[in-house]
């Protein structure tokens, strides 16, 4: 089943923080969050692994919560750069399947 | 060292057309994926492949096919196209890194069925 994300949209101004959950209903082992320009590919942007292990970005960061089967993204001082839309991705549950959140689009305007 | 490489980028398709979109990736992964992406809405996984020889459906496999002859390369067949697969076809890939590793893409094919 796909994880849920929250909130569904953001529009921040240059400079404020945001927080963009992704709750699953299966047990999680790690999480990858990616970010996706209009008409562009997905990028990566980090992973969470089970233990909390976090590799990624300087102003974003994100932690991983097993018990709650959640992870959270943390975008501080946003940037323009940063509008897109986040997507968090799993192969959850022990399986090669390998599927997104239902994402969330941010816009930081100026 | 080229990475995920999709092709067409573009194609229009007529009703009942059949066409083949072609994937391959120089890095040696195991893991393939095909997703399709509708305007404004999320990633939709249609198929997946382990390794050669080896397959297995996504969330919606219906109307399409796949093959996976050579760790290289993951086709994707449609049959029969239909307005509702109209969409953003994107393939992807990754190591087998303990299950671990992130999604490498290619840049997207846009089809549109007319």
């Known amino acids: 089943q796909q994880p849920v994300q929250s909130p569904q949209a953001v529009i921040l101004r240059e400079g404020e923080d945001a927080v963009i959950n992704c709750s699953s209903s299966k047990a999680l082992y790690s999480v990858h969050w990616y970010r996706q320009k209009h008409g562009e590919a997905p990028v990566f942007l980090m992973i969470l692994l089970k233990g909390g292990e976090q590799k990624g970005h300087e102003k974003i960061s994100a932690s991983f919560n097993e018990k709650k089967q959640q992870s959270s993204l943390y975008l501080t001082a946003s940037q323009l750069s940063y509008s897109g839309t986040y997507f968090c991705?799993?192969?959850?549950?022990?399986?090669?399947?390998?599927?997104f959140g239902t994402g969330t689009r941010l816009k930081v305007l100026a | 060292n080229a990475g995920v490489t999709q092709t067409p980028k573009f194609r229009i398709l007529k009703i009942g057309q059949s066409m083949t979109l072609q994937c391959t990736q120089d890095m040696n992964h195991n893991y393939m994926y095909w997703y399709r992406q509708d305007p404004g809405m999320g990633l939709k996984l249609i198929y997946y492949?382990?390794?050669?020889?080896?397959?297995d459906k996504g969330e919606v496999p219906n109307g399409y096919n796949v093959s996976r002859s050579t760790t290289e390369d993951f086709p994707l067949r449609l049959e029969l196209a239909a307005p509702s697969q109209t969409s953003v076809y994107f393939c992807?890939?990754?190591?087998?890194?303990?299950?671990?590793?992130?999604?490498?893409f290619g840049e997207g094919s846009r089809l549109t069925v007319l």
């Open positions: 991705g799993t192969a959850g549950g022990g399986t090669y399947k390998y599927i």
């Open positions: 492949s382990v390794g050669a020889g080896i397959t």
């Open positions: 992807a890939s990754r190591a087998r890194q303990g299950n671990t590793g992130e999604l490498f």
